[in-house]
């Protein structure tokens, strides 16, 4: 069974004044399974964020719909949205978003403790998790006195703690070095080897090659995916940079036309 | 070179484009210059001078202007490093674009000047127009029969100027110490600073216990009003230091302990308010002390003042338990005034009523259980009294009653205290006595400052014996006191015309002249002083507080802005927000209330004592002015609470996308 669904999701931004309008969504549909890893690759503006934003049920869809486990986020009521995307969704935002008045630990216990779970069965669910992303030794520092990489793997705890169905990423790496950037990307795929479907979005192919699957957006729309199909990272780069040049063509073709 | 026009211009631009945090600003600087130099030109015009209860006033005025100026400088320097929190960001901008500290020093130079003019030309144009009506109201309130003009104090405006012109060049100096040790990077995270957690001190906390319960044991332990008149100024400091060191650092302790309770703290609600209390405790104990301690001032100032107005009749009639009381060293005058009185009572149409006209004799007397013993007075008032002899003939006449008593049988009237027992032992002689409840006007029991028996022995040679055997030469003086009765216009003729008559007297050193009336003017004259003083002040205080309130919500708004954004996106509601944020305010800000109410709770005894002094006795009334204060401001706060959370809310809502 499928476990995200996509339906011919629109949306439209008015801006305050003038009432100019932005069509930052046209008509994107997909769906993602159980397990999988899949990637979103488009340009600046394309809609990457706003389509998350959608997932994550931020913001309300001008048309079309988003089910998850066969339940559609319009469906839940306003008051209950909150614990709905404490319960099922895990967020990894680019900019970290930990908080600085907790400590490491505090930060990755934090939607256990908005969902009122008991701090016994809080603790044997980290220990395993911070070992696996390392971060066992800064556990009890603050935000402020770790590295932009440390920070990205609590964000990343604090994501995956929950168990949630599934992992919403938004430019996970765009704040990081290349280094710890590739240190992300292992231990997210790793945590997916072991089940955790994960959706990332991103405009770098090199984060893109990691996943299973590569959706590329443009102009609101899904125009092209690509599956791994077996072959290594280094294939799977090549084959989403190989597309990408025959998008930019398309595009200035069309442009020219 | 750049025109010498070019920082005033800049610093114009940046006050006008800063607009919404200087207003608050401006406000909390205009406000206290206004209060200042209304109050100091009150002290300061000599329009007061030689006007009865003028010294009071005076006094009242000058105190206050000092606790004024000590609360301005506080304000004021409070209001300017939140401003200087949110302006960081900016300065460090200018840093990082090039502009060098020096000339960062200077265009924060002119801003300061920039702002202190306008303070100071509103705020004493203010001081001016309103002075005026304040003290024609404060004339009212003395019921000063004069009405005279305020006229313009240029020795008050010269030193509030210079005052005001001190503080904000030091508040300046302080904002230059930060911006100059500043790196552009520290002042660019201005608003992130001081997020370490901070560590809870032993000391301090130990200190502030110790202040606290110092302070505390010397409000309870003086009993006497003349130890608490003397002390309660140091129990006041005590309390001061003892609150600041608290909610600095014994509130962090606590909190820590709260956290390192995990059951308790991993709880929705009390995971994100203890943490965020911890976090806030730093940047704000101060101001919560300060909030603590100007609602205490509020409270005291108001409760006693409400108290001593209402107290001001009941105490008259302690007293002056007659409308007319003359103490006559030669006894044969007495029958002079007396006759005087009658004649022009009947001319003026009013009675005289509960006539007192006996002979006394009064001495200073230790008190030790039922036992009396004429000693040397003492400046203080503990275990002694005034002992006072009257025979049982003038007591009958007195009283209009056919008592006898046999010989060793006497009756026993006391104030100041109970008096338990039926015997007493004066100067060594026994008695059985009867106790009385009244005499003449006056009721037995507690309600006076110090202890005075008065002794009826059956006659005049039983009381030569007791002041015999006391080795007492005493001169009988004799009393004539009584009450009028008729319209308030008759008793006002006959009050001017009897004055006149004794004032006219040849004799008038030899006795002593006291009048209710003249009696309650004096109070008057003094408690229109404390009502105007205590609900200028009670105001003043409120206002300061509700400033720091709100400058709180502001700053720790805009602070908290990003932190609810992220909370949001990692899973909390609006519901939950908005919850969570009414919780952790009602915790900070009824934390400054709850320790407001115990300081006065705890202050209501020594005032109560103090109060003694100023003739008010009654502690009912005491308990309800206090009760009624404490209900009025709690109201009053929690509308300020109401509406700084609303908007706080406002600031920290998720901008609907
Ligand atoms: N709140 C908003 N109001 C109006 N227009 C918006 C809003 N958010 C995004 N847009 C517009 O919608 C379009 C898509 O924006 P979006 O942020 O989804 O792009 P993106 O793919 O995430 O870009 P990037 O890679 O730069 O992050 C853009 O044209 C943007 O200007
Ligand atoms: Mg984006």
Redesign the pocket.
């Known amino acids: 069974m499928e476990l995200l669904e996509v339906k011919h999701l629109k949306k439209v931004?008015t801006?305050r004044f003038g009432g100019n309008k932005?069509q930052?969504l046209s008509d994107v549909s997909f769906s993602v399974r159980e397990g999988e890893f899949v990637a979103i690759m488009?340009e600046?503006?394309?809609?990457?964020?706003?389509?998350l934003n959608l997932l994550a049920s931020l913001d309300k869809p001008t048309a079309g719909q988003v089910v998850l486990r066969g339940k559609s986020l319009s469906s839940v009521k306003e008051r209950q949205l909150a614990a709905f995307r404490r319960e099922h969704l895990g967020f990894i935002f680019q900019d970290f978003n930990l908080l600085d008045t907790f400590n490491v630990e505090d930060n990755i216990y934090l939607p256990l403790v908005l969902s009122g779970r008991r701090y016994d069965e809080m603790q044997p669910r980290l220990e395993p998790l911070a070992q696996k992303l390392a971060i066992t030794d800064i556990l009890k520092k603050f935000p402020y006195e770790i590295s932009g990489g440390q920070k990205q793997r609590v964000a990343a705890a604090r994501a995956l703690i929950t168990g949630p169905d599934i992992v919403l990423a938004d430019?996970p790496t765009g704040a990081l070095d290349s280094k710890a950037s590739g240190a992300l990307l292992r231990l997210l795929a790793e945590v997916n080897r072991e089940g955790q479907t994960i959706l990332m979005v991103t405009?770098s192919a090199k984060a893109a090659s990691k996943a299973g699957r590569v959706l590329f957006i443009r102009d609101g729309e899904v125009f092209h995916q690509i599956y791994r199909g077996g072959v290594s990272d280094e294939e799977l780069y090549q084959k989403i940079g190989h597309a990408l040049t025959v998008s930019a063509a398309t595009s200035e073709e069309r442009q020219a036309v | 070179m750049r025109p010498l026009t070019f920082y005033p211009k800049l610093a114009l631009g940046n006050l006008w484009r800063n607009k919404s945090t200087y207003l608050p600003y401006l406000l909390a600087c205009i406000v206290s210059i206004f209060t200042f130099y209304t109050l100091l030109a009150i002290n300061m015009n000599g329009v007061l001078d030689g006007m009865r209860g003028e010294s009071v006033v005076k006094s009242f005025t000058a105190i206050g202007t000092i606790l004024l100026a000590i609360f301005c400088s506080i304000l004021i320097f409070y209001t300017n490093s939140f401003l200087m929190k949110r302006r960081k960001k900016e300065l460090g901008l200018y840093s990082i674009l090039g502009m060098e500290k020096k000339n960062i020093a200077v265009l924060m130079f002119f801003e300061t000047f920039f702002i202190s003019l306008i303070a100071l030309v509103l705020g004493l144009g203010l001081g001016l127009l309103l002075s005026k009506l304040l003290f024609w109201a404060l004339l009212r309130m003395v019921r000063f029969t004069v009405m005279l003009e305020m006229p313009l104090s240029f020795l008050a405006i010269g030193i509030t100027v210079l005052f005001f012109c001190a503080v904000f060049l030091l508040a300046l100096f302080s904002n230059l110490r930060q911006v100059h040790l500043a790196n552009p990077i520290d002042l660019m995270a201005g608003a992130r600073q001081g997020e370490r957690e901070p560590k809870a001190s032993w000391l301090l906390t130990l200190v502030g216990i110790v202040c606290l319960g110092a302070g505390y044991f010397v409000a309870l332990y003086f009993r006497s009003p003349l130890e608490v008149l003397m002390l309660f100024l140091l129990a006041v400091l005590l309390v001061i230091i003892g609150t600041y060191c608290l909610f600095t650092s014994g509130s962090i302790a606590l909190l820590k302990l709260l956290r390192r309770n995990k059951r308790f703290y991993y709880q929705p609600d009390h995971f994100i308010s203890v943490s965020g209390m911890i976090y806030r405790m730093k940047q704000n104990a101060a101001g919560l002390a300060t909030i603590c301690i100007l609602s205490c001032m509020v409270l005291v100032t108001v409760s006693s003042t409400v108290s001593l107005n209402v107290g001001a009749e009941d105490s008259l009639e302690v007293q002056y338990p007659y409308a007319y009381d003359l103490r006559f060293e030669a006894p044969e005058d007495a029958d002079v005034l007396l006759f005087g009185a009658q004649t022009i009572a009947a001319e003026n149409g009013v009675s005289l009523t509960h006539l007192q006209d006996y002979h006394r004799r009064a001495f200073w007397a230790k008190m030790q259980g039922n036992s009396l013993v004429a000693a040397e007075e003492e400046g203080n008032l503990i275990g002694g009294g005034l002992v006072a002899l009257l025979t049982l003939e003038e007591y009958n006449k007195n009283e209009g009653t056919t008592v006898s008593l046999a010989p060793g049988q006497a009756l026993l009237f006391m104030t100041g205290s109970r008096y338990e027992g039926n015997t007493v032992t004066v100067n060594g002689i026994p008695y059985d006595v009867e106790v009385l409840e009244t005499l003449g006007r006056e009721e037995a029991g507690g309600r006076d400052i110090g202890k005075s028996v008065t002794l009826i022995l059956p006659d005049s040679a039983a009381v030569d014996a007791v002041l015999h055997s006391g080795g007492l030469q005493i001169d009988p003086q004799r009393v004539l006191a009584f009450d009028l009765e008729g319209t308030p216009e008759a008793k006002a003729g006959f009050d001017e015309a009897y004055h006149s008559y004794v004032n006219g007297l040849h004799t008038q050193e030899t006795f002593q002249f006291r009048v209710r009336e003249d009696g309650r003017e004096d109070w008057y004259a003094t408690n229109g002083g404390f009502l105007f003083l205590g609900i200028y002040f009670g105001v003043l205080f409120m206002l300061a507080a509700a400033m720091i309130i709100y400058y709180k919500q502001m700053s720790e708004g805009y602070d908290d802005v990003s932190r609810f954004e992220i909370l949001q996106k990692v899973g909390m509601g609006e519901e939950e927000v908005k919850h969570t944020i009414n919780r952790q305010i009602l915790v900070v800000f009824f934390l400054p209330l709850l320790v407001a109410v115990l300081h006065i709770t705890v202050a209501f005894f020594p005032i109560s004592r103090a109060m003694v002094i100023f003739g008010v006795l009654n502690t009912p009334l005491l308990v309800g002015a206090t009760l009624l204060t404490i209900a009025a401001y709690t109201i009053l706060y929690l509308l300020v609470f109401r509406q700084t959370a609303k908007t706080y809310y406002r600031i920290v809502r998720r901008q609907p996308?």
């Open positions: 931004y801006t932005v930052a488009g600046s503006g394309s809609g990457k964020t706003t389509l430019e405009h | 996308s």
